[in-house]
């Protein structure tokens, strides 16, 4: 009897049927097309590192034996641990070790210290493949959380899809609450009445759940394929393609099922606890509350505007999914805008626009030591490249300057000495400062070519010093001011070994108990830095040191092994295919002996804009995703809830409303629903916005010249054209029914 009931509600009542399915049906295909999308992005990210770092887990360098690593393998955890010979050498060794459960390597690490006796700095830690399992350092103050925000944006859409499966169930349900009451009054029990109503959600979302899962899996493969398109030119990548696992099409699935089943058993239990007499009277309307009143609403529009707010109020339970979904998508997209163009503005003037004439092709010699450089076969020819206007090989290291407290200068001792300006950059060592001192290392030829530009004696036994300090007290990073970091009449520099606890205060040389420090000449003093893409923090106190002084002063002060670069600027007016192939001569000069990372200005810019545009991509879809969400939030209430509102407007008619003035009603409901998430957004992105360019510094009209108003205003209209068609096609349908009808009629044909 009952599934005989159930098929002929189904085939009479095709609107509240149609409302279900294609709720089903657009959760599953969202739901489905987000998982696979995430899965994907997760095993590229995955894939990413493992290729950057290595798969390891964990890792312990230090001195250690075959029965080292025997132990190691015989920890309960771990899975495996192998020597990594490319790390290791003839005094230390390096093991890297994999866990079975890799979410207690926090304190798994620690007691494999312990049994090999080796100090916690030995180990080290994969972080951000570990981070993409969401496991974090329970040290880490500020862990990445990349994935955690992935799965936070997740959750918020899977929890809107939700919302918009039950409030269909809940339409379709409410609107027979008169006809279960009959059947209440006539033996029907609870049980029997909620059986029926699941058997019905089930019947409806079968077919749907299993096409949009299906549809949702190819609509994520046609995403990735337009995002490998779109990269295609991106150096330094590897190939994404089209992941997917069995157990994502299982959990889509199972996860549909659930939330159909919870989604109709809600309003269903609710149906069935009420009495036949309850039922029985209730008319499946929306209680219009008199005594609230939509002032603005009537002072703008009449009487149809005071009918339009009431409706509106009265139906605010069953909006909220798609007022949300509309107001957070609008808000995400507009903030996503406004942050990228901001980001844009600042990257320019920091980066692009800053070093456009100062860089054309970067190279880095990877762990090689400029001095062991300089002696290759390999510099002299670089040199000799005949697509090269000017060369400048460098090293930059980090040590420390000796300051006394008489050698400040007096700008500086104006706005409270070194120690207040800056700051954590400066330790008080008895009658002196110690300083963050970067050296920069120049080959002989820049060095000299520095000198002659800054008016300065061209001299190899001395250093040039950068004698500035960003007056932090009084000026912004964006607009710094600089004053006079030292007395210039010091005739010397102080430098030595940067320490571990402060600025030479923490390491010690061959075991004497004192800092090793060496005095050099000062050439000049200058606030003019030379023509490197280098950035040098406002409150350091930076050295550059020609490259046949640092041979012999830099056993003294340090000799960690670094990173040797190479500044390369093309001839004039250089394109990108120029660039490139200036690229190609240097690889194929120092690939086959060197590690060696190389970038050129152009291209540089050509993959951050296109990074960018792939950002923008990605958050734009999913705001439009939440953005369909709510729209199809309104149309599952505009065209499911046609009863009531024929019964509403037979009403309206019956005293003289005329069809019109119900259009026109219509009309206003359309503008109040599209028009509230903008005004909710304006005044939240305006604040955020302004708080924004006022922590950047930046000149308002500056952004207000690049604001993306037009992206925006066009994201704005397709809400209001979406929300106004569900109304058009919603008041249509009731126009056309015969109203009188409608207060005794229980079905839609």
Same mark, same amino acid.
């Given at each position: 009897m009952w599934r005989d009931y159930s098929i002929s509600y189904i085939k009479k009542n095709r609107a509240s049927s149609i409302s279900i399915i294609v709720a089903a049906f657009i959760s599953a295909l969202f739901l489905s097309f987000l998982c696979s999308l995430f899965y994907g992005f997760w095993v590229y990210e995955v894939e990413g590192i493992v290729l950057e770092e290595g798969d390891w887990q964990g890792r312990i360098t230090g001195i250690m034996d075959a029965d080292d690593l025997t132990m190691i393998q015989s920890f309960g955890n771990v899975k495996k641990a192998v020597v990594n010979k490319d790390l290791s050498n003839g005094q230390e060794t390096v093991i890297d070790?994999?866990?079975?459960?890799?979410?207690?390597?926090?304190?798994?690490?620690?007691?494999?210290?312990?049994?090999?006796?080796?100090?916690?700095?030995?180990?080290?830690?994969?972080?951000?493949?570990l981070s993409r399992y969401l496991i974090h350092d329970p040290k880490d103050e500020s862990p990445p959380l990349l994935m955690t925000f992935y799965l936070v944006i997740l959750l918020i859409v899977s929890f809107s899809l939700i919302l918009i499966i039950r409030n269909s169930f809940a339409m379709s349900m409410n609107a027979r609450i008169h006809q279960l009451g009959i059947f209440s009054s006539v033996g029907a029990s609870p049980g029997q009445i909620r059986t029926?109503?699941?058997?019905?959600? $089930? $019947?409806?979302?079968?077919?749907?759940?299993?096409?949009?899962?299906?549809? *949702?899996?190819?609509?994520?493969?046609?995403?990735?394929q337009a995002i490998e398109l779109i990269a295609a030119d991106i150096p330094g990548r590897h190939e994404a393609g089209f992941r997917y696992h069995p157990m994502v099409f299982g959990v889509t699935i199972l996860s549909s099922f659930l939330t159909v089943l919870c989604s109709a058993w809600l309003p269903a239990g609710k149906l069935s606890r009420m009495t036949p007499l309850e039922a029985i009277r209730n008319t499946?309307?929306?209680?219009?509350?008199?005594?609230?009143?939509?002032?603005?609403?009537?002072?703008?529009?009449g009487i149809e505007g005071e009918l339009a707010g009431n409706s509106i109020k009265a139906r605010r339970k069953v909006m909220y999914t798609s007022t949300l979904s509309l107001t957070l998508s609008l808000l995400g997209f507009t903030l996503t805008l406004c942050f990228f163009t901001l980001s844009g503005i600042s990257t320019g003037y920091t980066y692009f626009e800053k070093y456009q004439s100062v860089w054309d092709v970067m190279a880095t010699v990877e762990d090689t030591d400029i001095e062991d450089f300089r002696m290759t076969q390999e510099w002299k020819e670089l040199q000799g490249l005949d697509r $090269?206007?000017?060369?400048?090989?460098?090293?930059?290291?980090?040590?420390?300057?000796?300051?006394?407290?008489?050698?400040?200068?007096?700008?500086?001792?104006?706005?409270?000495?070194?120690?207040?300006?800056? *700051?954590?950059?400066?330790?008080?060592?008895?009658?002196?400062?110690?300083?963050q001192a970067p050296v920069v290392v120049l080959d002989d030829d820049s060095f000299m070519e520095y000198c002659r530009r800054i008016g300065a004696s061209p001299r190899l036994d001395g250093a040039i010093v950068l004698n500035r300090i960003w007056d932090s007290l009084n000026s912004n990073f964006r607009y710094p001011r600089y004053i006079p970091y030292v007395d210039e009449r010091l005739g010397t520099v102080v430098l030595q070994e940067a320490g571990e606890t402060g600025y030479g205060t923490g390491r010690t040389r061959e075991g004497?108990?004192?800092?090793?420090?060496?005095?050099?000449?000062?050439?000049?003093?200058?606030?003019?830095?030379?023509?490197?893409?280098?950035?040098?923090?406002?409150?350091a106190f930076v050295q550059f040191v020609p490259l046949s002084l640092w041979g012999e002063i830099s056993g003294k002060i340090g000799e960690v092994r670094q990173d040797t670069s190479i500044r390369i600027l093309a001839a004039k007016g250089a394109s990108l295919a120029d660039m490139d192939a200036l690229e190609g001569d240097v690889l194929e000069l120092l690939g086959n002996k060197y590690g060696i990372g190389i970038?050129?200005?152009?291209?540089?810019?050509?993959?951050?804009?296109?990074?960018?545009?792939?950002?923008?991509?990605?958050?734009?879809?999913?705001?439009?995703?939440?953005?369909?969400?709510?729209?199809?939030?309104?149309?599952?209430?505009?065209?499911?809830?046609?009863?009531?509102?024929?019964?509403?407007?037979?009403?309206?008619?019956?005293?003289?409303?005329?069809?019109?003035?119900?259009r026109r009603l219509f009309c206003i409901e359309a503008l109040v629903i599209a028009g509230r998430p903008v005004l909710i957004t304006l005044p939240i992105a305006v604040a955020v916005m302004g708080y924004m360019i006022k922590a950047s510094y930046l000149d308002p009209m500056e952004f207000m010249a690049e604001a993306p108003i037009i992206p925006i205003l066009v994201?704005?209209?397709?809400?209001? *054209?979406?929300?106004?068609?569900?109304?058009?096609l919603g008041g249509r349908k009731v126009l056309r029914c015969n109203l009188s009808d409608a207060l005794r009629d229980d079905t839609l044909e």
């Open positions: 070790i994999y866990f079975e459960d890799a979410r207690s390597i926090f304190q798994d690490m620690p007691l494999i210290a312990d049994r090999l006796e080796v100090e916690e700095d030995a180990l080290s830690y994969n972080l951000l493949l029926c109503l699941i058997q019905e959600a $089930v $019947v409806l979302s079968l077919a749907p759940i299993l096409f949009g899962s299906i549809l *949702g899996i190819a609509l994520s493969f046609g995403v990735t499946g309307e929306w209680k219009l509350k008199k005594e609230k009143h939509s002032h603005i609403l009537q002072f703008l529009f $090269v206007r000017n060369l400048a090989v460098y090293q930059r290291l980090e040590v420390a300057a000796r300051i006394p407290e008489t050698g400040q200068s007096r700008e500086l001792a104006a706005l409270g000495g070194i120690g207040m300006v800056a *700051g954590p950059l400066a330790v008080k060592a008895d009658d002196a400062w110690l300083v004497n108990g004192k800092n090793t420090t060496v005095e050099i000449p000062v050439i000049a003093y200058t606030q003019e830095v030379p023509v490197l893409r280098e950035e040098y923090d406002g409150h970038e050129n200005r152009i291209q540089e810019k050509i993959t951050n804009d296109y990074m960018i545009f792939g950002y923008q991509l990605i958050l734009g879809g999913l705001c439009s995703i939440l953005a369909l969400i709510g729209i199809a939030n309104v149309f599952s209430n505009t065209l499911g809830f046609l009863r009531q509102r024929r019964r509403e407007f037979a009403r309206y008619m019956s005293i003289g409303m005329t069809p019109s003035g119900i994201f704005c209209l397709s809400i209001f *054209g979406f929300v106004a068609l569900a109304y058009y």
